[in-house]
């Protein structure tokens, strides 16, 4: 273990990755305002590994790493982890359970009839209609950053409307965050879109070879998801839900079954020729193609490796804008491109037309490992 230095949401902050040798299953990482926190953290993990011997049997590495952690953050209080532990037990008997969104969004409106003006109360449902359409039957605790902003992006709607909408799902957040129902907001990071039609930000076919490559020698687990976002133009949701039996390599397809996909609809998604050979370490079976199934996870690794490959600022919903943007450019076929995405001719059409030249498609869906690897990584 050792820490390194990493950038999350625009903050400099250090990062101390936890292996599957350690942790016994998912990777896992910490991060920390301060070196030397993060120092700490490592030789007080490995010192109390160390004390344990025979106990690590009883108390896997992963929960021994997330006890130090817990006590860490506990220790300026002056309180213990079994203090904090059992205050949490009194404070929430029978355990905490999470309404849907939808079952929250009534009590919510309710409340909002009795002191609302009849045109604000109706700006609200027509609004929340977009939300409850997507994540009504979803547990509040279960709505995620990642899912938002992937969904945001397929709004088809004004950039000021799609801000609006944004706005007022904050805003019944924030009203379970003040329940005490959720300790995060998830909607409120979620960038708002400027009111300009300005294109969708992509990867130049050199920025994904430098991503690609900062992969390869950082995180090669890694790689297989990042080329199928890429080149295949996933879902960040999507993709952290795929599993080896999902791809059909024989036939040059990869499955996106309707359980894991936006839409809830199955499609196929073609493996283009130069996508084949970045999937090569993958094989059939249960396993998770990118070691977690919590695409916030997978999106703070991705920018992580995008400040080693030097692409600062990192464009948002970048491996799928430049999927969408290059197949656009190279096929001239919104149709054939929406079928491939999981969304509709209509918001292809008005993204991505004209956003790049066909030559520039032809280069960036040239990219393969024998020619990424022979390039150095920008510093």
């Not at 009883?58 to 532990?85: F, S």
């Amino acid at each position: 273990m050792k820490a390194t230095k990493t950038a999350v949401h625009g903050l400099v902050r250090w990062c101390v990755r936890l292996g599957r040798k350690f942790t016994g299953g998912d990777p896992q990482r910490r991060y920390f305002d301060r070196r030397a926190d993060a120092n700490l953290f490592i030789e007080e993990t490995l010192a109390a590994q160390e004390r344990l011997g025979d106990l690590a049997e009883v108390l896997p590495a992963a929960q021994l790493a997330d006890a130090v952690h817990a006590t860490q953050h506990l220790k300026p209080y002056g309180v213990t982890l079994t203090e904090a532990a059992d205050f949490y037990v009194r404070a929430h008997p029978g355990g905490r359970k999470s309404p849907t969104l939808e079952v929250f969004t009534r009590g919510f409106l309710a409340a909002r009839k009795l002191s609302c003006k009849s045109h604000t109360l109706a700006t609200y449902h027509s609004e929340l209609k977009h939300v409850l359409a997507e994540f009504g039957g979803t547990a509040l605790n279960a709505i995620r950053q990642a899912d938002i902003e992937e969904w945001a992006a397929d709004l088809d709607l004004a950039p000021r409307s799609i801000a609006n909408v944004l706005n007022t799902f904050t805003t019944v957040l924030n009203d379970a965050v003040r329940k005490e129902l959720l300790t995060r907001n998830a909607a409120e990071f979620v960038p708002r879109p400027p009111n300009t039609t300005a294109p969708p930000g992509i990867l130049m076919p050199t920025q994904a070879e430098a991503l690609l490559t900062a992969a390869q020698a950082h995180d090669p687990t890694l790689v297989p998801a990042i080329a199928i976002g890429l080149f295949a133009g996933l879902r960040r949701s999507e993709i952290c839900a795929l599993r080896g039996r999902h791809l059909i390599l024989e036939e040059h397809l990869i499955e996106v079954p309707a359980d894991i996909a936006k839409t809830r609809q199955r499609r196929l998604v073609d493996i283009r020729p130069n996508l084949r050979p970045w999937l090569t370490s993958i094989r059939p079976g249960e396993a998770l193609l990118t070691g977690t199934a919590n695409a916030d996870v997978f999106g703070g690794w991705l920018h992580e490796l995008a400040v080693t490959a030097g692409i600062v600022p990192w464009p948002h919903n970048a491996l799928r804008h430049s999927f969408a943007s290059y197949l656009m450019a190279l096929t001239q076929n919104e149709t054939h491109v929406a079928s491939q995405m999981g969304n509709s001719p209509a918001v292809i059409f008005k993204h991505y037309r004209a956003v790049v030249r066909p030559a520039t498609a032809t280069a960036f869906f040239n990219l393969l490992p024998s020619n990424v690897t022979t390039h150095p990584i920008p510093q």
